[in-house]
């Protein structure tokens, strides 16, 4: 109920609040990461499926477990989203604080045991905004706050356009990185590094195929968190 509440509040309102929960739920952490998965129409299950056990493996690799224990802090908070309709952008897995190993391998089996949301299109604004209203509400405050947005199309069907997402988010010291899946669509990284990308250090980085998923992703993350 709580977490709903926060969710309509204004970012500033709702990042006080946030806050405050922080201070009761083991205070601060290094970064606050949504990891925003594309789940539209063009995902088919084989696809998705190496998507899901890509998150799982990056979270878990022995390379970013040290990258986020190096912190000041030693902990990050995740949370995964997925997107795809438009304004259908969904929450599938609400925010873990990760400290290590055990962690890790708990956020890994609720990234794999999630139900895939019902998406269609791509909506990458609509993304964008509902991963920074989550940003938002986030149990822990943090100083850096990223979206990682992953996915294989431009944005197409957006009720608030990515350029103006994107936009709000930098405003809301909000970075926003992108992992372009090339595939059948070349170009992609560089679509992705003048519509998607925004706030500062913001980066993109390039899978070129689904298979080649979690190695990018593992990369991504390292870089994000270091």
């Known amino acids: 109920m709580k977490r709903r509440a926060a969710l309509l509040l204004p970012p500033a309102l709702a990042a006080g609040q946030a806050a405050a929960q922080g201070a009761e739920q083991g205070g601060a952490v290094d970064l606050l990461l949504v990891l925003a998965i594309d789940a539209s129409g063009s995902i088919d299950a084989d696809e998705f499926r190496l ?3 890509g998150c799982a493996e990056a979270l878990t690799h022995p390379a970013v477990l040290s990258a986020i224990t190096a912190g000041p802090r030693g902990s990050i908070g995740v949370a995964l989203v997925e997107w795809g309709a438009p304004g259908g952008a969904a929450t599938v897995v609400d925010w873990h604080r990760v400290t290590g190993s055990s962690d890790a391998q708990a956020l890994a089996r609720a990234v794999i045991e999630a139900p895939r949301s019902r998406q269609s299109w791509n909506a990458i604004g609509d993304a964008v905004d509902h991963a920074a209203s989550l940003i938002a509400a ?5 100083r850096h706050r990223v979206i990682d947005l992953s996915g294989d ?6 009720i608030n356009p990515v350029e103006v997402a994107r ?3 930098a405003a809301q010291g909000i970075t926003v990185n992108a992992l372009a899946i090339e595939g059948g669509r070349p170009g992609l990284t560089r679509t992705y590094e003048e519509t998607v990308i925004a706030g500062d250090g913001a980066f993109v980085m390039t899978a070129d195929s689904r298979a ?9 993350l390292i870089r994000e968190i270091a």
């Open 212 to 220: 080649d998923f979690a190695r990018a992703l593992r990369a991504k």
């Open 153 to 158: 199309a431009p944005d197409m069907r957006s």
């Open 51 to 53: 998507q899901r056990e």
């Open 138 to 142: 986030a149990p822990w405050p943090a």
């Open 167 to 169: 936009r709000a988010a």
